[in-house]
């Protein structure tokens, strides 16, 4: 099995940034997909990101344009550089690792956003 750790959430006014990191560690060979998803109160947990091996990006449309998804496979960590950020961004944010055919994946505790003036 794979342990992911997040770290980076906070509070931040709008317009502002905040980098989250997640570290993966145990059995990772299986992981081709990582991805941070995102779960405000009363609402389904979505997709915000994803990225591959591969290199190859999914960006949700509510944040093209001001989120980016990296990974450094030597440190087994993925990143989500979140700029110009709005009250609506404000969630528990999830990192998830996929197997390429999504049949094994693991998730995150989560770490807490808030955007708010």
């Known amino acids: 099995q794979a342990q992911l750790v997040e770290s980076g959430g906070g509070l931040v006014q709008p317009g502002g940034s905040l980098r989250l990191s997640c570290v993966a560690s145990?059995?990772?060979?299986?992981?081709?997909?990582m991805g941070w998803y995102r779960q405000a109160p009363g609402k389904q947990r979505e997709l915000v990101a994803r990225i591959s091996s591969g290199g190859s990006t999914y960006y949700a449309d509510s944040v093209k344009g001001r989120f980016t998804i990296s990974r450094d496979s030597a440190k087994r960590t993925v990143y989500l550089q979140m700029n110009n950020m709005k009250p609506e961004d404000t969630a528990v944010y999830y990192c998830?690792?996929?197997?390429?055919?999504?049949?094994?994946?693991?998730w995150g505790q989560g770490t807490q956003v808030t955007v708010s003036s």
């Open positions: 998830k690792a996929d197997s390429a055919d999504f049949r094994q994946g693991y």
């Open positions: 145990g059995s990772i060979f299986s992981i081709y997909f």
